[in-house]
């Protein structure tokens, strides 16, 4: 059953369950199923673009640079040597993720292709949950702490064993010198803090979320994110404006409209926060919690520490299916501090989204 005309689909595969992989060809399959495989390494990279900043290495500078004064002076004048900022340093974990399979070769005597192809797409979509977690947990501070206490300690056992200290968005703590100064010049405590809290969110708390971001000159790509439970009290915003609804037909109107898309009611832009930050609600978004990032500017909210991409870890380099398991090495940590903020809408006092454990 060889085929010879091109490789398969994963779609082909599925339709064929009345033959064993064996019969039908490992070598077909494996193809199809690596060439998955790296389409699924290139929609998580897309995936994360917005957010994080990839990495392999322990850790990275952030908000690092300055200006150098320009001063008035005639033709003998010397002004005074500046020195810029030396940046800050941020802190990336990696761990090891693993999938059991089981795929030896009385597995594909038995199972047909189709079973094949389905137990891929269990590890794929298990695969897309942990990174979308752990990019979760990283935005929202899961295990980093309060005012206070800010950081957590990861030990760093596949590289070194360096204790690395993985910090969030700034909450009031000392960051090896101060917050550096906007592009403006205004300047920032060290009890600057990104981690909001009210019992019930209003007009001013969702602009005070957003101007800790803007105020340190994060400007491009602002975006609000939120659970689709928290929709409904969001929307009762005045500074909230909705999208067009689908259903309406504009006579005479040729430019294409920002209509809402009801198409996946957990995944959709929904409006505008002050007409011109748009406000998306996302299935990883945690409930009670609004999230706001710059998602345009040169340096990422976070970093995303990997060591090569997730793939199926094959017992002989021959056999690329015979396999017991898959595998991925990355992790998450914020790495530019000041590019994002959180507002919690369910208490005065902020609590770390239990909902990411």
């Known amino acids: 059953m060889a085929n010879t005309y091109g490789m398969y689909s994963l779609n082909d595969l599925l339709a064929v369950r009345n033959a064993s992989a064996a019969s039908f060809g490992l070598d077909e399959i494996a193809r199809t199923i690596q060439a998955e495989v790296a389409y699924a390494n290139d929609r ?31 033709e003998y004048g010397v002004p005074l040597l500046s020195h810029s900022a030396p940046g800050i340093t941020a802190q990336f974990p990696l761990s090891l993720f693993r999938q059991s399979i089981g795929w030896t070769e009385e597995y594909f ?28 947990r990283a935005l929202y501070g899961y295990g980093v702490g309060t005012a206070g206490h800010a950081e957590y300690t990861f030990v760093d056992r596949l590289t070194n064993g360096v204790s690395l200290s993985i910090n ?24 600057h803090t990104h981690l909001l809290a009210e019992n019930t969110v209003t007009n001013a708390d969702v602009d005070a979320m957003v101007t800790m971001v803007t105020e340190h000159g994060n400007t491009k790509g602002l975006k609000i994110f939120l659970n689709a439970a928290d ?9 909230f404006t909705a999208l067009s609804s689908p259903l309406l037909v504009y006579a005479g109107i040729t430019s294409t409209l920002d209509k809402l898309d009801n198409g996946d009611l957990e995944n959709q ?17 945690v409930d009670n919690y609004l999230l706001c990032v710059a998602t345009d500017m040169p340096e990422k909210a976070l970093g995303y520490r990997t060591d090569g991409p997730w793939k199926i870890a094959a017992t002989y380099s021959d056999y690329p299916l015979i396999a017991e398991y898959a595998k991925a090495k990355f992790g998450f940590a914020v790495w530019n ?9 369910n208490s005065d006092t902020w609590a770390t989204p239990t909902a990411l454990a």
């Open 109 to 136: 005597e038995k199972a047909s292709p189709a079973e094949v192809a389905e137990k891929y797409l269990e590890l794929r979509k298990g695969y897309f949950a942990a990174i979308t977690k752990e990019m979760a």
């Open 168 to 191: 969030g968005f700034a909450q009031g703590d000392v960051v090896v010198g101060t917050i550096p100064d906007s592009p403006a010049g205004a300047t920032f405590a060290t009890t």
């Open 337 to 345: 501090r000041t590019m994002g903020a959180v507002d919690y809408m």
């Open 269 to 285: 832009k929904i409006g505008y926060w002050n007409n011109y930050i748009p406000c998306y609600v996302k299935p990883w978004a």
């Open 231 to 239: 929709k409904a009290a969001f929307v009762a915003l005045t500074e």
């Open 44 to 74: 998580v990279n897309e995936m994360l673009a917005d957010f994080a900043q990839p990495f392999t290495s322990q850790s990275a500078i952030w908000g690092g640079g300055g200006l150098v004064t320009m001063e008035k002076s005639d």
